[in-house]
């Protein structure tokens, strides 16, 4: 099909044929320079070294505004994109959306979903009473949410194919990596910047080495600021594209959080529902330090509790923490979070609302994977571009670039995918959005 002939004025000069060339009225570059620009803007550290990588590799001079805006532009037209999937989606029948395919999509073998919350910062200058200088107060810190669509592959066992504890989950190799993960040291001397944003943790994502499961095979990032009620509805939609309904064995992985686990059981209550094991480990730990004098003590009772909760055996560390529970009496109303009272309490209770979710021994005859340290590794990934204590973002801003640094670090590459489309349904025509932005908040 032809593409109309537009005809452009521009200060007397005509330019023909523009929808011709593949560009949209408001491109002011080649698709090809577009293109440039987009991947700079995801894939650098700010629009500024956008702006340099592209006059040192590219030999183009193109401002950070204009990347700014471009980014912007590119990110508003996948939100209309999701848009779409997503009301296309709700249209079909409850026994398709859990269980149906697109045609010629391949389907995984194992359908893996895991999702986590990232920071960044985020500060409105156009709207009323804000004040700059609550930044250092810490006020501007918010949490966006971030999943990721993995396909994996690996056997199913008739038995247990690791029934003993592995050396990599024991206290002397994993201590120090759960007291971060659960924010769990003795001591508290945790980096400043840690306890305050989150933490982006170098060893979290080689925990899982040494532990049977999955072999990855393919990933897709998705990342917004949208609450989690809208977030799992977007997350299942393209999930669901990718053949994830359809699958055999469909896995869905968190760390407790209980908006997390409630997208699970709105969105995805057909998938199995699994505690990561590391955050399950990391409640051993503080109750097994809190209770004890010495280092030596502390490693014999974390690793006979991580051992019984690697066989499954849950239920015999819960009966142990009620019994020290009992005996050291409940923490009083205000009570410092080291308080050993506090701690055996936490934990217990942490146990006990998911208890449910920690059949280990099965989980590994499924062939699932027990942590979510894949998970991790992501939320690193994206924060890198989108979190900083210099960083501030628009609800817009941070939302726009949300969206694109997750589909730009995706192993399907729908970013560059959309980018090279783009130019075959240019129509020449202004396409008008409405007063809604579609990547507000």
Same mark, same amino acid.
């Given at each position: 099909?032809?593409?109309?002939?537009?005809?452009?004025?521009?200060?007397?000069?005509?330019?023909?044929?523009?929808?011709?060339?593949?560009?949209?009225?408001?491109?002011? %570059?080649?698709?090809?320079?577009?293109?440039?620009?987009?991947? #700079?803007?995801?894939?650098?550290?700010?629009?500024?070294?956008?702006?340099?990588?592209?006059?040192?590799?590219?030999?183009?001079?193109?401002?950070? *505004?204009?990347?700014?805006?471009?980014?912007?532009?590119?990110?508003?037209?996948?939100?209309?994109?999701?848009?779409?999937?997503?009301?296309?989606?709700?249209?079909?029948?409850?026994?398709?959306?859990?269980?149906?395919?697109?045609?010629?999509?391949? %389907?995984?073998?194992?359908?893996?979903?895991?999702?986590?919350?990232?920071?960044?910062?985020?500060?409105?200058?156009?709207?009323?009473?804000?004040?700059?200088?609550?930044?250092?107060?810490? /006020?501007?810190?918010?949490?966006?949410?971030?999943?990721?669509?993995?396909?994996?592959?690996?056997?199913?066992?008739?038995? /247990?194919?690791?029934?003993?504890?592995?050396?990599?989950?024991?206290?002397?190799?994993?201590?120090?990596?759960?007291?971060?993960?659960?924010?769990?040291?003795?001591?508290?001397?945790?980096?400043?910047?840690?306890? *305050?944003?989150?933490? /982006?943790?170098? /060893?979290?994502?080689?925990?899982?080495?040494?532990?049977?499961?999955?072999?990855?095979?393919?990933?897709?990032?998705?990342?917004?600021?949208?609450?989690?009620?809208?977030?799992?509805?977007?997350?299942?939609?393209?999930?669901?594209?990718?053949?994830?309904?359809?699958?055999?064995?469909?896995?869905? %992985?968190?760390?407790?959080?209980?908006?997390?686990?409630?997208?699970?059981?709105?969105?995805?209550?057909?998938?199995?529902?699994?505690?990561?094991?590391?955050?399950?480990? #990391?409640?051993?730990?503080?109750?097994? &330090?809190?209770?004890?004098?010495?280092?030596?003590?502390? &490693?014999?009772?974390?690793?006979?509790?991580?051992?019984?909760?690697?066989?499954?055996?849950?239920?015999?560390?819960?009966?142990?923490?009620?019994?020290?529970?009992?005996?050291?009496?409940?923490?009083?109303?205000?009570?410092?979070?080291?308080?050993?009272?506090?701690?055996?309490?936490?934990?217990?209770?942490?146990?006990?609302?998911?208890?449910?979710?920690?059949?280990?021994?099965?989980?590994?005859?499924?062939?699932?994977?027990?942590?979510?340290?894949?998970?991790?590794?992501?939320?690193?990934?994206?924060?890198? &571009?989108?979190?900083?204590?210099?960083?501030?973002?628009?609800?817009?801003?941070?939302?726009?670039?949300?969206?694109?640094?997750?589909?730009?670090?995706?192993?399907?590459?729908?970013?560059?995918?959309?980018?090279?489309?783009?130019?075959?349904?240019?129509?020449?025509?202004?396409?008008?959005?409405? &007063?809604?932005?579609?990547?507000?908040?």
């Amino acid at each position: 099909m032809n593409r109309p002939t537009i005809v452009t004025i521009v200060g007397g000069l005509f330019f023909p044929r523009v929808a011709e060339l593949g560009l949209a009225v408001e491109d002011t %570059v080649s698709p090809r320079v577009l293109a440039k620009m987009i991947h #700079a803007g995801t894939m650098t550290e700010s629009h500024v070294a956008a702006s340099r990588a592209l006059l040192y590799l590219a030999n183009l001079s193109i401002s950070s *505004e204009r990347v700014r805006r471009a980014c912007q532009r590119i990110a508003e037209e996948r939100a209309e994109h999701h848009q779409r999937m997503q009301q296309a989606f709700e249209k079909k029948s409850l026994p398709e959306q859990t269980e149906g395919k697109p045609e010629g999509v391949e %389907v995984p073998e194992i359908a893996c979903i895991m999702g986590d919350g990232g920071r960044l910062q985020l500060l409105d200058r156009s709207l009323p009473n804000t004040e700059p200088c609550s930044a250092e107060k810490g /006020d501007h810190w918010k949490e966006s949410r971030i999943a990721a669509i993995m396909g994996m592959s690996g056997q199913e066992y008739d038995c /247990d194919p690791q029934p003993t504890l592995p050396p990599e989950l024991c206290y002397n190799t994993i201590a120090e990596t759960l007291s971060e993960i659960g924010h769990t040291g003795k001591t508290g001397d945790l980096p400043q910047e840690t306890q *305050e944003n989150g933490g /982006d943790y170098s /060893d979290i994502a080689r925990c899982g080495e040494g532990i049977v499961g999955p072999e990855l095979e393919h990933r897709s990032v998705v990342a917004s600021r949208k609450n989690w009620e809208e977030f799992g509805r977007l997350l299942v939609c393209l999930a669901w594209y990718k053949g994830f309904a359809a699958a055999k064995r469909k896995v869905f %992985v968190s760390d407790g959080s209980a908006a997390i686990e409630k997208m699970q059981r709105t969105h995805f209550s057909h998938y199995t529902s699994v505690l990561d094991l590391l955050h399950g480990l #990391a409640y051993s730990l503080a109750a097994a &330090r809190a209770m004890t004098q010495t280092e030596t003590a502390a &490693r014999d009772l974390y690793n006979a509790w991580a051992a019984k909760i690697w066989e499954g055996k849950i239920s015999e560390v819960i009966d142990e923490l009620r019994a020290w529970s009992v005996k050291l009496g409940p923490p009083p109303e205000k009570a410092r979070s080291d308080d050993p009272r506090l701690v055996v309490r936490t934990s217990l209770v942490f146990y006990e609302n998911h208890a449910c979710r920690m059949d280990y021994p099965n989980y590994r005859r499924a062939g699932f994977s027990l942590t979510s340290s894949l998970m991790e590794s992501t939320v690193k990934q994206v924060n890198r &571009r989108v979190k900083g204590s210099e960083k501030f973002w628009s609800s817009s801003g941070g939302e726009a670039m949300l969206r694109l640094r997750g589909e730009a670090i995706s192993d399907d590459h729908p970013l560059r995918k959309h980018l090279e489309s783009r130019t075959r349904h240019a129509t020449g025509q202004r396409s008008y959005r409405s &007063r809604n932005n579609l990547l507000s908040i």
